[in-house]
């Protein structure tokens, strides 16, 4: 039966460009290859569970720009619904440029984040958490994310948080989350390793921790069990949005009532376990959305 996750953050519109290398001071590249999409951690883990067969919703803030009908378009493609908390401002959504080189699969990024189109917490839905399963929160909207984050615990909605790295505010969110999965660059105040960031977010009594670290293996802490789960090696094309492609296929996973048993710790294995192939998939082709379509 079909899932229904709630993703809440950022939405932005990506240019990609493939690259032989990034470029210099005062260089000029040729692109061998482009593409544009909509984008940001949230986003692109929404499409992802949407594609692997679920109902995803995507909140935030998009505004009525005229660049805003190729994310409007993209989404529509995969069956994204927006949940818009702003439609009538006029500003630009955040634009990102991302070059990829093509050797290595690495991937140099800018872009504006979701500072300049914050949404109002006055402009939830009272009906925003009507049959939810799931929630991602990646960190770009904190007031309204603080908000449906109160009303999922009290609703009893498991919580994801992509802690891709640490965005002042985060705190407020930590004591409702139910499962951190976060980068190697995620560093919380006065944390200085994995140690200090592991005992950070168990402060907050989190059940489920992960760490993430490419091609390294995951570090997890499930109910107090520590362990590590291997990561197959693959020659990388690009590693663009892997990580917000592994938070969205988790969220598929931990719902999948194939793989659970009544072990919790076992389905969160089992979830990072399948998140990391579906992750490791996608780097193996240029942009965000290929691995969908060549497969």
Known sequence: MKKTALFIGLIT??????????????????????????????????????????NAQIVGILGSHPITALIKEDL????????????????????????????TGERAVISINAVKTLAKIENIPDDILTDIDIILIDGHQIAISEIIAQKARESKIPIVMDGGSWKSGLEKILPFVDYAIISANFYPPNCRNQEDILEYLQSFHIPHIAITQGEKPIKYISHGNQGLIK??????RDTLG?????HGAFCHYILDNDILDHNLQNNFIMALTAAAEIAAKACKFFGTRSWMIDN
């Open 13 to 54: 519109l990506d240019f990609i460009y493939l690259a032989p290398s990034f470029p210099q001071n005062n260089q000029k590249l040729v692109a061998t290859d482009y593409t544009v999409t909509s984008g940001g951690p949230a986003t692109n883990a929404s499409v992802t569970f949407s594609y692997l067969g679920n």
């Open 76 to 103: 529509r493609n995969y069956q994204v619904k927006i949940i818009d908390l702003d439609p009538n401002i006029q500003t630009s959504p955040p634009v990102s440029s991302i070059i990829v080189t093509e050797n």
């Open 231 to 236: 990561i197959h090696p693959i020659q990388p």
């Open 242 to 246: 892997a990580g917000d492609i592994f």
